[in-house]
């Protein structure tokens, strides 16, 4: 688009970005292109170093068309397709630090994020600490000379907490680090961390972008600033997506605004009806009134994803085994963002160090899905029955 052009929706950019039928014989897709070796014709082609790809590993015109969808939608200046949201991080995290150097991260964080950083970057000599994910401008007392890097992931996806990414972005710049954003639950059709000062955006692709719950793939965005940190590190490590994997990921962006705006409607109503049900104690849900964060949530964000969490009231394991061992829509598994309903009981107070989750009831997580919304009712209805007859 031309500079003074109307700046075009989300939608249009899912539909029309990362694809030139022109090059493809005229079909819709770029293909799957799978290959290792690339050709070239001279010396002085392979001297110049020129040519567009050069070796499979650096990625092809497939994982090239979901690098441009999302790079445009989370306003970047690059975007790699990586081959999993925790090697999104993993990369995000290494990009920012040396032997000797600190890192924040998030109590909310995803959890394996945190076991990357306990067991593998301490022992590269990075201290690793972990922040309140509330604390908003008091980020700026918890920095340190050699704090380079700050994890946030706003909504964290097991307990909520909406994070104040422009405070973040300010106490980690003024002292010097970089501000990493895991935005894997609103995407950037509703919500974009670089415009609003963080400098690195990481995605587990696999959920959301996906949308099929069939392919494992991450995404790593930033400022032009960061760039060359992160390229390097993930060209480094030779992390690298198959053509295969980087072709689902793009069908599944082609159709993730009306995917988000179906899953948004159906997690708020259920939400809704979850708060009125005697079993429950709390939902978890940033774009419902009776969140602590929804203030900050209206301010920096467009929309809600399809993922929050419900807390029952008290009960012994019987009860909770009882709510999920004969749900008949719900399926019960890790990850989330494809079509079908899950839920999970989330065991969450060994998952937290600074900020101990002080609820008694029992957490589960809900991914709603595309099922009819009454159906999904009818089934939650009778777990909680269930839950009740057993408390
Ligand atoms: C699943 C998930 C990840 C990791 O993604 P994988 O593709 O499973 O490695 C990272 N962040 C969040 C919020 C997630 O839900």
Redesign the pocket.
């Known amino acids: 688009m031309s500079e003074n052009s109307r700046k075009v929706s989300a939608e249009t950019v899912l539909t029309h970005a990362g694809r030139n039928p022109e090059d493809q014989f005229g079909f819709v897709n770029t293909p799957v292109y799978r290959g290792s070796t690339v050709l070239f014709k001279t010396l002085a082609d392979i001297e110049a170093q020129s040519q567009p790809f050069l070796y499979g590993r650096a990625g092809n015109p497939t994982t090239e068309t979901v690098e441009s969808v999302v790079n445009e939608l989370e306003g970047a200046y690059r975007t790699k397709l990586v081959p999993?949201?925790?090697a999104a991080?993993t990369i995000a995290l290494m990009s920012c630090v040396r032997a000797g150097n600190d890192i924040l991260i998030s109590d909310s964080a995803?959890e394996?994020g945190r076991k990357f950083a306990d067991g593998y970057l301490e022992r590269m000599g990075v201290s690793v600490r972990y922040y309140d994910p509330r604390i908003g401008e008091g980020l700026a007392d918890l920095i340190n000379v050699n704090t380079k890097a700050v994890l946030a992931?706003s909504p964290g996806?097991l307990t909520f907490e909406v994070q104040d990414i422009p405070a973040l972005a300010r106490a980690a710049h003024a002292g010097g680090a970089r501000l990493i954003v895991?935005n894997?639950?609103a995407t950037p059709l509703y919500h974009q961390p670089l415009a609003l000062g963080a400098d690195i955006v990481v995605h587990?692709a696999?959920?959301m972008f996906v949308g099929h719950s069939d392919v494992?793939a991450?995404t790593i965005s930033s400022t032009q600033e960061a760039w060359p940190d992160v390229d390097r590190v993930r060209t480094l490590l030779g992390f690298f997506t198959s053509g295969d994997d980087a072709f689902l990921v793009a069908r599944g962006l082609r159709t993730l605004a009306i995917r988000m705006r179906e899953h948004q409607q159906r997690a708020i109503e259920i939400a809704n009806w979850l708060e009125q049900q005697d079993e429950v104690s709390a939902v978890l849900h940033p774009a419902l009134p009776s969140h602590p964060d929804h203030a900050l949530w209206k301010r920096d964000f467009t929309g809600s994803g399809s993922l929050f969490g419900v807390v029952l009231k008290p009960a012994p394991r019987d009860a909770v085994a009882a709510f999920v061992d004969h749900l008949e829509l719900f399926s019960m598994g890790y990850?989330?963002g494809g079509y079908e309903s899950l839920c999970l009981p989330v065991m969450i107070k060994k998952a937290r160090t600074v900020r101990p989750w002080a609820d008694e009831g029992n957490l589960f997580r809900l991914h709603i899905g595309l099922e009819g919304v009454d159906d999904l009712k009818a089934d939650l209805a009778a777990a909680l029955q269930r839950y009740s007859a057993a408390r």
């Open positions: 999993s949201g925790l991080i995803y394996p992931e996806s895991d894997s639950w587990a696999t959920k494992m991450g990850s989330w």
